[in-house]
């Protein structure tokens, strides 16, 4: 069912619009001329084989980098008119280009807005410049549909929110706005329609940028079942507590399920992620040789752990420049001529970056050590806010009055404790700055990365040309110290630095006078460790990274089978192997027809009773289906689970030609008159003595968890359980049955929401050697087989009936049908969506027996 929240977003229920409908069969490397763009077919698999019949090969990789601003900086032509166009020295995703994307097998496309607004006469003109010259589309938006996607949505509601702010009040954050969120999918829209006028789906990648995307995977996967896409989140991701207050929390996780990849700085912030779709999806991940992967829908969604970082060949070219030289001498008679000490920081003036606070520890230090008034000096660079509103005014308003408060009371003639710079400055005036200052202070609350203590390093590494400046020697060891919140993402790669609480003003200041006074030999050595980090974990080697990764995550696209499925934002693609498909009512029942020598294996949980059925017996028309099929002379049935034997002689005592397997297969039999027979050697089953007393202990602090005791088998169950505590549990609880019952002739394996301990070798594969081996014992070989489960279990069943089509125990040519429920990577050959749908079919199997010559039974 469709949501009220996508009612009305721009034709979002139907999924379709007139820009996806205009993207061409022909779909050029780049589009020249706006609006002349052939239609498309319906078909996503025609669309996907046509462009890779008719695109003309690229020569080299193309990446289309879509993030919500262009690497551009605009400025209107004085008195001539028009628009110079220039490259954003200071845009990470131009770093990128510039990093690596000068090799001759890279290109990059960019896809974002500008911060200029273009009036709509020029914006085809703009547009064409944009793209001959910088390989860039712009995507224009409407100036109210900008104010309610950007400064509404993106910084009123989810950039608090990933800050770990709650909306408790409309002074918090806001309150959730649901127009402003239709505009945030709207303009969401307008990029992914950008996209889809140069992309070439068969061999492009597509890099989306940040929280402001984060629905445009969706539109772009709808699309192109097969397009190679990535995402990274460059701030942070709040605990699951947090998220899963957002009203639209489900659609924005299943929108980056769309990913192909998705990338985050730290592995809190990863792990805030799974945590959500976990708890929220019900989605599980594991880790397979160093890289985390989620399994959606049968693709497999990769985790990456990376912080990105800067650019070198940048900040030594502004480290060279002569006004760069020119401002470190100035700066040097400022303070180090005049005996003065600089502290620097460098912040964004918002609420998160905690400059306040820093300001507090600051004049602590200056109360509780007389002997650095006078000598030290906090110069605090205020760049301006990004967002705007009434926080913004209170953060500036109360920094200001505490300088104020801090100079008037610590203060002399030629000596102010704190500067306060809140005017933009030059690139090359900052990095003035950080050469000069002996420590930086990085104190926000929250931020998803900061690369101010990367850039500092650097500078304090400086070059020849600085060393003459500052008086140094080009042998003289350098030497940097740092301040750094624990809160913000480079604080993990910076282990040399001094990490602090930025809510303890205590600490931060008694952190400050540490760096003062800290041994020289001591902070060359920190900052040996950290320059030599910084250094080779540069902006290139983060881009090279994902990009690898994302190739290796993309590399079997081509050979999978995907099905778009769904509406609106809850659309999905389901991707199976090619030779996986929907088990059709009337080949399977034609088979059944012409054929006399039937065995059915049919699991019951999940497959003939639906896993979230509360009521587990049963209903008599399941009764009356089975019956009339044991009843048909040419038909074996059996019943394959991990029930007991007593409860299922219990619920099927009136089916008397039903054979029955279970707890896995370890007991069975072929009717009901018959006795119980084990498929392997009866064991010992005094290993519960053991097992059962470390269930119990997990059991007794595991709230919701029970544990169900069979005849030769003892499972945990954690299905009604916290789902990450559970799992956490169950992993705990596996290692110490694996321990404890080591040299016990049992295996101990982790199912789904449990933990069972069964003896060895028993599986329902065995099952079904043992009826196909009955069968042919009795001069019967089958010539049809149809086998139907749910979960893993019955993937060892799935196995055998396969791999007994090239032996001796089916009839040549027998039809085989391995089925499972559900949509998902399995050994089955065919699947059914639900057990509605299982029923339907063994009702028409039962209606054909019924039809059958001889035989008058009812269904």
């Known amino acids: 069912m469709v949501s009220k929240s996508y009612s009305n977003l721009l034709e979002l229920a139907s999924g379709e619009s007139q820009s996806l409908g205009r993207i061409g069969r022909r779909i050029p490397r780049v589009v020249t001329a706006p609006g002349i763009v052939p239609d498309l077919d319906e078909s996503d698999d025609a669309a996907s084989n046509s462009s890779s019949e008719l695109a003309s090969p690229s020569p080299r990789d193309r ?3 879509v993030a919500n601003q262009l690497p551009i900086r605009a400025a209107r032509q004085p008195g001539v008119g028009g628009w110079s166009f220039s490259w954003d020295q200071d845009s990470l995703l131009h770093q990128v280009k510039d990093s690596i994307g000068d090799h001759k097998d890279m290109e990059f496309i960019y896809i974002g807005s500008l911060r200029e607004e273009i009036p709509v006469s020029e914006q085809d003109e703009v547009a064409k410049i944009l793209l001959e010259t910088f390989n860039c589309v712009p995507a224009f938006l409407p100036a109210d549909l900008l104010s309610r996607f950007y400064h509404g949505f993106c910084k009123q509601q989810l950039w608090p929110l990933f800050h770990y702010m709650l909306p408790l009040s409309p002074d918090l954050g806001g309150r959730f706005d649901r127009s402003l969120w239709q505009a945030y999918v709207s303009a969401n829209k307008i990029f992914a329609d950008k996209i889809l006028e140069v992309i070439n789906p068969d061999d492009d990648f597509v890099w989306v940028h940040d929280y402001h995307l984060m629905v445009l995977p969706t539109f772009l996967r709808k699309r192109f079942n097969r397009v190679k896409l990535g995402f990274f989140l460059h701030s942070p991701f709040p605990s699951s507590e947090i998220y899963r207050t957002l009203p639209v929390r489900e659609e924005l996780l299943r929108s980056l399920l769309h990913s192909d990849l998705i990338g985050f700085h730290t592995f809190d912030y990863a792990r805030h992620f799974l945590s959500c779709c976990s708890r929220m999806l019900g989605l599980t991940y594991e880790s397979k040789r160093g890289y985390i992967g989620l399994e959606y829908y049968g693709r497999t969604v990769s985790i990456k752990i990376l912080p990105v970082g800067i650019h070198m060949g940048q900040l030594g070219s502004v480290l060279s420049l002569p006004e760069t030289e020119v401002k470190v001498a100035e700066l040097m008679k400022q303070f ?10 460098v912040d964004d003036m918002d609420i998160f970056k905690g400059i306040s606070l820093k300001l507090l520890a600051f004049e602590l230090l200056l109360m509780q050590h007389e002997e650095w008034r006078g000598r030290v000096v906090l110069v605090q660079i205020a760049n301006p806010a990004r967002g705007r509103g009434k926080d913004v005014k209170e953060v500036q308003t109360e920094s200001n009055a505490m300088v104020k408060r801090i100079n008037e009371a610590f203060g002399r003639p030629g000596y102010k404790p704190v500067i306060l710079i809140d005017k933009p400055l030059q690139f090359y005036e900052r990095m003035a700055y950080y050469v000069v200052a002996e420590c930086c202070l990085v104190t926000a609350v929250r931020d998803g990365m900061n690369l ?20 140094l020697s080009s042998s003289t060891l350098k030497k940097s110290m740092l301040v750094v919140s624990e809160f913000i993402g480079c604080s993990p790669s910076l282990s040399g630095a001094i990490r602090v609480n930025p809510w303890n003003i205590d600490a931060v200041a008694d952190s400050m006078v540490s760096a003062l006074e800290m041994p020289e030999a001591e902070k060359q050595l920190r900052h040996e460790k950290h320059y030599r980090y910084v250094s080779t974990h540069d902006v290139g080697y983060w881009a090279n990274s994902f990009l690898q990764d994302l190739r290796r995550t993309c590399r079997d696209h081509n050979r999978r089978r995907c099905w778009g499925i769904g509406f609106g934002l809850g659309f999905r693609v389901v991707a199976l192997d090619p030779n996986f498909r929907k088990l059709a009512m009337e080949h399977i029942v034609s088979a059944y027809r012409r054929t006399r020598t039937r065995a059915i294996l049919l699991d019951y949980d999940g497959t003939l009773m639906p896993q979230a059925s509360i009521k587990k017996s049963p209903c008599v028309r399941s009764i009356e289906i089975l019956n009339t099929l044991c009843r048909d002379k040419n038909n074996t049935v059996f019943l394959v689970s991990a029930r007991s034997r007593s409860k299922l002689s219990e619920w099927f005592s009136s089916c008397e030609n039903l054979g029955m397997a279970a707890e896995h297969g370890y007991f069975l039999r072929l009717r009901r008159d ?6 392997v050697p009866a064991t010992d089953c005094s290993w519960k003595q053991i097992a059962e007393p470390v269930m119990r202990l997990y059991t007794e602090t595991t709230d919701g968890s029970t544990i169900e005791d069979k005849e030769t088998s003892l499972v945990w169950c954690y299905e009604d359980a916290d789902p990450d505590f559970g799992s956490c549990q169950a992993k705990e609880l596996l290692d110490h049955l694996e321990s404890v019952l080591a040299n016990e002739p049992v295996s101990v394996k982790s199912g789904t929401n449990n933990v069972e301990v069964k003896p060895q070798g028993v599986n329902k594969g065995l099952v079904a050697e043992h009826l196909l081996s009955t069968m042919r014992d009795r001069g019967l070989l089958a010539d049809f087989v149809l086998c139907i489960g749910d979960d893993r279990s019955d993937e060892d069943m799935f196995e055998v009936i396969s791999s007994a089509m090239t032996g001796p125990s089916l009839a040549p040519n027998a039809e085989v049908f391995a089925c499972t ?6 050994k089955a050959k065919y699947y059914l969506d639900d057990t509605a749908e299982i029923f339907r079919l063994m009702q028409g199997l039962a209606f054909v027996s019924q039809q059958a010559p001889g035989s008058s039974l009812p269904i």
């Open 63 to 65: 990446t289309i980098i």
């Open 336 to 345: 180090y001529d005049r005996d003065r000490i600089m502290l620097l920081g």
């Open 452 to 471: 101010i203590p990367y850039e500092y390093i650097i500078a304090r590494q400086g070059n020849e040309n600085l060393n003459k400046v500052l008086h």
């Open 674 to 679: 018959a006795d119980w027979q084990t498929c």
């Open 821 to 826: 429920v559900g949509r998902k990577p399995s």
